[in-house]
């Protein structure tokens, strides 16, 4: 008996073409996926928009959820039109409006070498209401530090893949930034300069012009990044897509974390754990309190998610037809 208590209102999920009730596992224990991370993922989110619950990106999602499942080899058992409809019948059969869809394609019950020679490939999709990633720290700003630990390098991972196994990473340096007292790490990329949260993209601003970094710094270049890159003109922003160094993030005016499942959240202050946790420096940025323009690009895009600006209507995927 599973409970949803960390799942709000989530009461079914979808598993292979079918509904089942929230509180009923089904999995076997030697699932190859559960063993190695061979599994890949998207973390998607619907919104109450005038038109009823309605999900942002949802074609940007799933083709990179099929971009993912071929760099793990994996053949997909559905068409992405058939994913797309079963993450609205999810939204809809759970009553959900404002909500996190995640769809899952492992590696299942077949053999445990790490070759998957004998496991289908199956596809689970749930969702439920998760509110802001970051917790009280999305409203009054982050206080992260860069962890010792370097992101995976590009020429290691195809970090443009949300593969399982890769986020073993996140959730170790996740675990040790909040138990040395901060909100969330940031990642360093090999060539020492920042690359991106466990889960987030890094946006700074300076001098009115919103930048961030691109897949060459060892990054996932997030959908939401890309949506704030093209909209950021809307509210006054030059946007720009450059390295971003660690003295550029110590400098800058503002600077916030952005994901889909962190939407736009503030970072207000930086401790350089670069060296070791040991040996720390703390930055703060800009006023140390949450940024005048990264409120009115969080204010922007709540706009543009919940239906309110029909400029972005083409990012919309309303769930009833
Ligand atoms: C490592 C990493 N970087 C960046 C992002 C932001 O991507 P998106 O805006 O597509 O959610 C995510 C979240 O999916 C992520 O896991």
């Not at 509180?23 to 699932?31: A, L, N, T, V």
Request: proline residues 5%; charged residues 25%.
């Amino acid at each position: 008996m599973f409970l949803n208590t960390h799942f709000s209102k989530a009461k079914k999920y979808w598993y292979m073409g079918k509904l089942y009730d929230w509180s009923e596992g089904i999995f076997h224990p030697m699932i190859h996926a559960l063993h190695y991370g061979t599994c890949t993922f998207e973390g998607i989110r619907s919104y109450p928009t005038p038109r009823g619950p309605a999900i942002f990106r949802l074609k940007d999602h799933i083709d990179r959820f099929f971009h993912s499942a071929s760099v793990i080899k994996m053949k997909v058992p559905f068409t992405k039109e058939e994913i797309m409809e079963a993450c609205k019948l999810v939204i809809r059969e759970n009553g959900l409006e404002g909500a996190y869809i995640r769809p899952l394609l492992f590696y299942s019950y077949g053999n445990l070498g790490l070759v998957p020679k004998f496991c289908p490939v199956e596809l689970v999709i749930a969702a439920w209401e998760w509110g802001a990633y970051l917790g009280e720290a999305a409203e009054r700003g982050s206080n992260a530090c860069i962890v010792p630990k370097r992101r995976i390098h590009i020429s290691q991972m195809d970090l443009s893949a949300k593969l399982g196994g890769t986020y073993v990473q996140s959730t170790i340096n996740g675990i040790e930034a909040r138990e040395h007292g901060y909100d969330e790490a940031i990642f360093l990329n090999l060539e020492g300069r920042i690359a991106e949260g466990p889960g987030e993209n890094i946006c700074i601003i300076k001098n009115e012009t919103l930048q961030t970094n691109d897949r060459s710094e060892s990054v996932l270049e997030g959908i939401t990044r890309t949506s704030l890159l093209e909209m950021a003109p809307d509210v006054g922003l030059k946007a720009k897509v450059a390295p971003i160094t660690k003295e550029d993030l110590f400098g800058a005016d503002e600077a916030f974390f952005c994901g889909t499942a962190a939407e736009i959240s503030p970072i207000v202050k930086v401790t350089d754990f670069s060296e070791g946790f040991e040996n720390g420096k703390t930055h703060i940025i800009g006023s140390g309190r949450p940024g005048v323009l990264t409120n009115r690009l969080a204010e922007a895009y709540q706009q543009i998610v919940t239906g309110k600006n029909p400029k972005y209507e083409k990012w919309l995927y309303p769930v009833k037809d």
